[in-house]
């Protein structure tokens, strides 16, 4: 019987040949997946650089222990040989390749061995970004080419010539492992198609959409509504004339530790949610007079956070936050009105990565004297100050809701 390779080398060799047809098999759908395949595209690097980390060990393996005398000459021989040297390129280049196109995108996304340990990206120009990814492309397609060489060579020599070559690769003359070592290649295989997402669902109807959006910014209602009524109107305004005047100047609040200010978007039928730890609110508003209102809220969003290392490390980029030209976010609003029982309503001036726009939010108070529990909510189109406007935000909704509570107690 032929001389077997070490213990080190088979293990190496199986477990690389399953890596690689998961990796085979995830990387046929990542490029039609979106925003979708983001948490899959972390694990197809993470297993990418465990591919590569292996072969060198492999490579270390062979120099200690030297691969047994090769069985055939001639040019089937040297057919061989070539295959086998290939197979170490694709093994070497294909992770390279897939490293150098994270770390040449224009979308720097941050690269976390399995969310772990933190990898650089590799110290390449922006231009070799195209090469990079035609070249991983490529190495993709020979790879598949060589490993079904490298197979059908194997057969050639197990079944037609029978001179039991593929016992050198097994631990041991075992038919159950030599059925069961090759099996976990379509093992990685049916696992990596598995773990796929399933189809995007169908994005709801128009009318639908309009009457989620209804309660958070509905002027248009209540302006039919108040043409519709004019006695109502009348007799409000008259009302209104004589109120009764503010004893005083409207009291200042003070926020209190412990409160929120949070966001979630929809994202290809699921919904990401995040918050920002940290942030400072200056309130002053009689609430029987919410006209006395004046609302300065700054948020440091930097500290934006959705719970997920590979996300939170793209949040402050340009596009997203862009936290490093424009640190905070602010709200202000001079005045409110009254939209229900303990109920609020204010118009203001939202500022994000430069740009101001127009926002309402919406907010109920409740307690009483000077102890309120304050909670609300917006909802920002995200594209006019430019959030998410890069590849990886395609799936996004147009439309963030942010919701924020927090206790607040008269200074």
């Known amino acids: 019987m032929p001389q077997r390779y070490s213990l080190a080398a088979i293990i190496l060799h199986w477990a690389i040949a399953a890596l690689l047809a998961f990796q085979i098999a995830v990387g046929w759908a990542l490029g039609s997946l979106g925003a979708r395949g983001f948490a899959l595209f972390q694990l197809h690097k993470s297993i990418g650089i465990t591919v590569l980390l292996l072969t060198l060990l492999r490579i270390g393996v062979r120099w200690w222990k030297p691969r047994p005398a090769k069985l055939e000459g001639g040019w089937q021989g040297a057919l061989a040989s070539g295959v086998h040297v290939g197979l170490y390129a694709f093994m070497l280049g294909a992770p390279l390749t897939g490293w150098a196109l994270v770390s040449t995108a224009k979308v720097k996304v941050p690269t976390l061995f399995f969310g772990v340990i933190p990898l650089p990206h590799l110290p390449l120009p922006m231009a070799s970004h195209g090469l990079a990814e035609g070249g991983h492309s490529l190495l993709a397609w020979i790879g598949i080419a060589l490993v079904a060489l490298h197979v059908a060579g194997a057969l050639r020599h197990h079944v037609l010539m029978r001179d039991g070559l593929i016992w050198r690769m097994v631990p041991g003359r075992s038919t159950a492992l030599l059925i069961g070592l090759p099996a976990l290649i379509l093992v990685g295989f049916l696992l990596g198609r598995a773990i796929l997402p399933g189809a995007a669902p169908v994005a709801p109807d128009a009318p639908a959409a309009n009457a989620v959006e209804a309660p958070v910014e509905d002027n248009a209602v209540e302006a039919a509504s108040n043409a519709s009524d004019n006695g109502a109107a009348s007799a409000a305004n008259e009302t209104a004339a004589v109120a009764e005047a503010p004893a005083g100047p409207p009291p200042a609040w003070a926020v209190q530790p412990g409160g929120k200010i949070g966001f979630s978007v929809g994202n290809s039928g699921e919904t990401i ?12 508003m009689d609430p029987d007079h919410p006209e006395s209102a004046d609302i300065k809220v700054t948020i440091d969003m930097a500290s934006a956070s959705v719970g997920d290392a590979y996300k ?100």
């Open 273 to 284: 949610s995040g918050s920002f730890s940290k942030w400072t609110a200056k309130i002053v």
């Open 312 to 411: 939170d490390g793209m949040l402050p980029g340009d596009e997203f936050f862009g936290s490093a030209a424009h640190p905070t976010a602010t709200f202000v609003a001079k005045g409110a009105e009254k939209s229900g029982a303990n109920a609020y309503r204010a118009h203001g001036t939202l500022t994000l990565k430069g740009v101001a726009k127009p926002q309402a939010i919406r907010f109920t108070l409740s307690g009483s004297g000077k102890n309120r529990k304050v909670s609300g909510s917006a909802s920002v189109a995200r594209l006019p100050f430019g959030v998410g406007n890069g590849d990886s935000s395609t799936g996004l909704d147009p439309k963030v809701t942010v919701t924020f509570n927090f206790d607040a107690k008269t200074q």
